[in-house]
Structures are given as C-alpha cells and as structure tokens.
C-alpha cells in the first residue's frame, strides 16, 4: 500500500495569514491532486499536478509537486474564512487505476 | 453542471435492517466509488466499479455489497445494518486512466441506532 502523509493534521490561523500544507510519500505517484471538502459536502477536486516540478496557481492557491514525483505542497496566501475546510491529497500510483488519499488537514481560517 | 447525486442527505435506520444507499452520475465515467469517512479514520475505500456489472473489493468490504446495473448508477447495500457502520458514505466517479478526478457527490450521514 502506497501511503501519502499530510501535515499538519489541523491548523487554526486568522485571516490574512500565510499557509503550507504538506503532502509526502516514500512512494513516486503519476499525477498528484488537491480536494477540499467542506463540512457536510463531498471534496471538490481543487488541481491536478502530473509533471515532477510543476507548479500551479488557482488565485490564492499554490501547488507544486516535488522533482520526484514523491511529495506535494499546497501554500495559501492572505487566507480567508472560506478557505477553511479539509484539505486531502490523493496521488494515483504508477501502477494501477486508484487514487491513495492521504490523512487530510483541517484548516480553520479565523475572521 | 455536472454531477454526482446521492439519493439521501440523511438517514437513521435500525439495526439489522436492509439499507441501500444509491448514487447516480451523469458524467458517463466509467469508474464508480464508494469510501466511509470516519473521524480520525480518513476516506477508506469499500467498493469500486470500472464497468457495468463488473465490481471489485476496496479495503473495508466486509459487511457491504454493489450493484451496478447500469453505467450512470452504483448502489451499496448493507445487508444487515449494525452501529458500527454509523457513518459518512461518499459516493465518486471518474473516467478510466491516472490523470483524472474524482467527482464526489454530497454524501449520506447514515445513522444506525
């Protein structure tokens, strides 16, 4: 089992503030992506990354997937109370057809 | 606007009882998912379809069974419902191949008391 590790797990922070959330395997992964899942909803796909190195940006979100296909970050600039939510990873190994989800990070944005 | 539709938003069954749970899609994917979400526990995969009448196990199976009779329809049945399957099912679907996401519906709080 390919497992992906986020960090934190949890995250409070006031609005304006600057984040990095971790996304990390010992595993390398053919494409890498980014959902948030608010409370009582399903996860939204936020991004999909698939090239070593890429990096993407949704206005205030960045993603960037490492060199080796391995590890992912996602970094949110001036944070805002919509931002808050859980945030999962999910990687497709290269073998196979199913996505490996990580553990999530609970982020609470405080106005 | 493209979906994944859960049939219930809530439900509170009894112990013992029948339970089906429906999604339908109507992005004809291929692929149909369903995953518990726990606290604690994250999304764990119970089943997965990549083709009509075709199913395979996820990692928690025990104590669930699909259907797919069709390509935009997937439905888990809990054959006889206990407390401890008290939970958050998510429903998903996605074409075939490694580059693709996962659209999720809104999800069904099931309670079994």
């Known amino acids: 089992t390919q497992l992906l590790e986020q960090s934190p797990q949890f995250l409070s922070i006031q609005e304006g503030e600057n984040l990095t959330v971790y996304c990390n395997s010992s595993?390398?992964?053919?494409?890498l992506q980014w959902y948030r899942q608010e409370p009582g909803e399903g996860p939204v796909l936020l991004v999909t990354?698939?090239?070593?190195?890429e990096v993407k940006k949704l206005k205030r979100l960045t993603f960037q997937f490492g060199d080796a296909r391995k590890d992912s970050s996602l970094h949110i600039t001036a944070a805002q109370p919509g931002d808050t939510g859980l945030y999962l990873c999910?990687?497709?190994?290269?073998?196979?057809?199913?996505?490996?989800f990580g553990g999530g990070t609970r982020l609470m944005v405080k106005p | 606007d493209v979906k994944v539709t859960q049939s219930s938003r809530y439900l509170v069954k009894r112990t013992g009882e029948k339970v089906f749970l429906e999604c339908v899609q109507d992005?004809?994917?291929?692929?149909m998912f369903w995953y518990r979400q726990d606290p604690g526990l994250g999304l764990r995969l119970i089943y997965f379809?990549?083709?009509?009448?075709?199913?395979e196990k996820g990692d928690i199976p025990e104590g669930y069974s699909v259907s797919r009779e069709k390509k935009e329809r997937f439905s888990l049945i809990l054959e006889s419902a206990s407390t401890n399957q008290t939970s958050m099912y998510l429903c998903?679907?996605?074409?075939?191949?490694?580059?693709?996401?996962?659209?999720f519906g809104s999800g069904t709080r099931l309670t079994v008391v």
């Open positions: 990354v698939v090239t070593g190195g």
């Open positions: 992005m004809d994917h291929e692929n």
């Open positions: 999910a990687g497709h190994p290269n073998a196979g057809n199913m996505l490996t």
């Open positions: 998903a679907s996605s074409f075939q191949g490694r580059y693709y996401g996962y659209t």
């Open positions: 379809s990549y083709d009509v009448k075709m199913k």
């Open positions: 595993s390398v992964f053919s494409s």
